[in-house]
């Protein structure tokens, strides 16, 4: 079962032009969220993350919203820029998840940005 | 930035022998380091919880003889596959956390490609 659902597996963009990485999930005790970028043969680059009393948060060109009552957040890049392609994860953690947070991980969003 | 070395970032080895991967914090101490799994197309997948001076704690379906893990140090994590076989072989990656807060976020190793032969 998918507690963190990214249901587009890629995601294609123009330079300059807004990304919206989308992401979905189910567990109701879920109150962190967290962005990671990763580029083939690396480990994931921590990006951005959102507590579940906010609704945005912004950093720079990222920006994530927070929807908790659709259970959903989403992740916007703008100005996007090729180096941004990357695989994107979303991930989420638990308040009962005791003390070391585990984090759950969705399968990732793949985005290329186009010169 | 908190920066977390991985070594090797690729290794082949025979099936039947065993391999240690390193994973240290460079500019911080982490009393927890987590291993993790990715297949390719897949997502990244919690294999075990390394705590510094204790047992680790596995995830249901990894078995703790064979993915060996010692946090000897509050800077150096290590995993060993033991007796490893074709099927192991994938992207093992570890993390660690650079502030003491549960919601201080995970800082990466590049990872190590196993390919076992």
């Known amino acids: 079962d998918q507690q963190v659902k990214q249901n587009s597996p890629s995601l294609s963009v123009q330079e300059g032009r807004i990304s919206i990485l989308n992401c979905d999930y189910t567990?109701?005790?879920?109150?962190?969220f967290l962005w990671y970028k990763k580029y083939p043969a690396e480990g994931p680059t921590f990006l951005i993350s959102?507590?579940?009393i906010k609704d945005k948060n912004e950093d720079g060109r990222f920006t994530v919203f927070l929807n908790k009552s659709a259970k959903h957040l989403s992740l916007h890049i703008v100005p996007s820029q090729p180096g941004d392609s990357a695989v994107y994860f979303c991930a989420a953690s638990a308040r009962n998840a005791g003390n070391n947070r585990k984090l759950i991980w969705g399968l990732g969003t793949s985005l290329a940005v186009n010169p | 930035g908190a920066v977390v070395s991985q070594h090797p970032s690729w290794v082949i080895c025979k099936s039947g022998t065993s391999v240690k991967i390193e994973c240290r914090s460079l500019d911080f101490q982490a009393t927890t380091m987590f291993w993790y799994r990715q297949f390719p197309k897949q997502s990244l997948m919690l294999m075990a919880t390394?705590?510094?001076?204790?047992?680790?704690?596995?995830e249901q379906g990894v078995e703790k003889d064979k993915f060996l893990i010692n946090h000897a140090s509050l800077t150096l994590s290590t995993l060993t596959v033991t007796s490893a076989h074709p099927e192991d072989s994938s992207f093992y990656i570890c993390?660690?956390?650079?502030?003491?807060?549960?919601?201080?976020?995970?800082?990466f190793g590049n990872g190590t490609r196993l390919t076992v032969t």
């Open positions: 567990n109701s005790m879920f109150d962190y």
């Open positions: 993390s660690a956390r650079s502030g003491s807060s549960v919601y201080s976020p995970l800082h």
């Open positions: 390394s705590n510094e001076g204790s047992k680790a704690t596995y």
């Open positions: 959102i507590s579940s």
